[in-house]
C-alpha cells in the first residue's frame, strides 16, 4: 500500500517562494504518475500540476510559469516550486498518486 507524505506548506508573503516535497512509500507501480492539488476554503479541490514517471509534466493555468513539478524517482519523492506566490495560491496541497492521497499541507499567502 502507498502512503504519500507532504511537507514544506506554510505562510509566506505575496511574491514569496514556497517548495513542498511528498515522500512516497510502498509499491512503485502506484507512483506512475504522480500529482499536485489544492483546495481553498470553500472551492472544490482543483488539480495543480502532475508528472509522469518518464518526467513529463502538465500544469494548471494558474500555476504555469510560476511553477514547477519534479521528482526523484530514487528518493520516491515528488516536488513542487512554487515561485511569485499570491494570496489566491492560499490553499492545502495536496499529493496525489492515483486513488491514494497525502493528508495535505497548508499553504498561506499573506502580507
Known amino acids: 500500500q502507498v502512503q504519500l507524505v507532504e511537507s514544506g506548506g506554510g505562510l509566506v508573503r505575496p511574491g514569496g517562494s514556497l517548495r513542498l516535497s511528498c515522500v512516497a512509500s510502498g509499491r512503485l507501480l502506484s507512483l506512475l504518475v504522480m500529482s499536485w492539488y489544492r483546495q481553498a476554503p470553500g472551492k472544490e479541490r482543483e488539480l495543480v500540476a502532475g508528472?509522469?514517471?518518464?518526467?513529463?509534466?502538465n500544469y494548471a493555468d494558474s500555476g504555469k510559469g510560476r511553477f514547477t513539478i519534479s521528482r526523484d524517482n530514487t528518493k520516491k519523492t515528488v516536488y513542487l516550486q512554487m515561485n511569485s506566490l499570491q494570496p489566491e495560491d492560499t490553499a492545502v496541497y495536496y499529493c496525489?498518486?492515483?486513488?491514494?492521497w497525502g493528508q495535505g499541507t497548508q499553504v498561506t499567502v499573506s502580507s
Open positions: 508528472i509522469s514517471l518518464d518526467g513529463r509534466t
Open positions: 496525489n498518486a492515483g486513488k491514494i
